[in-house]
């Protein structure tokens, strides 16, 4: 495995950089500490890891979501802890999260869902419902569906999807807002294998038309081989991988789950 030193340390056009980063939630042991990473405009991350290794709290604190024992995040130019509350939530319009657990409203519409994408970007009760919408809202949130194929489903209850569909109504939800960084935390999670290469197929299709950032977890390695321009793996606290994914192979992966 080939260690990329070029890929530590904040780079000029990083849309994200990462330097000393510590979290512990409070506990004798960190989840990590001392994380130094940047991600390049347009570049996919693939971060992987076994259970528990704290990739999800690491996506959380790029986005501001729970704040770090120690470090700085730098995300698009602007340094997120320093921020009040109301210039994070300005900051995090440009950025779009497909979840571990997808969080779609159960009882709404797949439509609306999806106009819950544009929410940090205008506000206001309007949004909750597709019906109360504004009619640019609701266009900008059919074309999104369409995108990932489910147009026909828009006015179907989002509880009544199957697991890929939902996968497909949140990539819509998130790629709405035309968001310049999207962080998708297993994106097929919970998939059959079939349903998630398609899925992984679909997301990386929209990721490349778009031209957006991209950092994004998965237990699979094909995937981050597949998808990932580079990628990092996390590891008693630290990244015991760091490198372009054309340099590893997958047996470089095995040590991180021993
Ligand atoms: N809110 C929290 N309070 C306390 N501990 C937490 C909290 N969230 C996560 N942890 C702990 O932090 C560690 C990392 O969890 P995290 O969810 O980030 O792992 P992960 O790599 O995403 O795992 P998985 O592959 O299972 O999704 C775990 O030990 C977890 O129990
Ligand atoms: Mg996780």
């Known amino acids: 495995m080939a260690l990329d030193a070029g890929t530590r340390g904040e780079a000029a056009s990083a849309d994200l950089a990462v330097t000393g980063l510590a979290m512990s939630f409070g506990g004798a042991r960190p989840v990590f500490s001392g994380l130094d990473f940047a991600v390049a405009r347009g570049e996919a991350l693939a971060l992987v890891g076994a259970n528990g290794a704290g990739k999800s709290t690491l996506l959380r604190c790029c986005l501001g979501l729970v704040a770090p024992d120690a470090g700085a995040v730098r995300l698009l130019g602007e340094d ?59 266009t900008r949130a059919m074309a999104a569906l369409d995108r990932v194929g489910i147009a026909d489903l ?17 990539i819509a939800r998130a790629l709405v807002s035309e968001p310049r960084l999207l962080i998708a935390d297993e994106p097929c999670a919970s998939l059959d294998p079939a349903a998630g290469e398609e899925i992984m197929a679909l997301f990386f299709r929209l990721v490349r038309e778009t031209g957006v950032t991209v950092i994004f977890t998965s237990h699979q390695i094909d995937h981050a081989l597949t998808y990932g321009d ?25 040590m991180l789950y021993d």
């Open 80 to 138: 997120i802890l320093a921020l009040g509350a109301a210039r994070r939530r300005a900051l995090r319009r440009h950025t779009g999260l497909v979840a571990q657990r997808h969080n779609l409203v159960p009882r709404l519409s797949v439509l609306s869902n999806v106009i819950h994408g544009l929410l940090g970007q205008a506000g206001g009760p309007r949004f909750w419902s597709h019906a109360a919408a504004p009619e640019e809202a609701r």
């Open 154 to 170: 828009a006015l179907r209850r989002a509880d009544r999807l199957s697991g890929g569909q939902s996968q497909r109504a949140a």
């Open 230 to 254: 580079r990628v990092l793996g996390l590891k008693a606290g630290g990244f015991a991988i760091d490198a372009r994914a054309e340099a590893l192979a997958p047996a470089d992966f095995r």
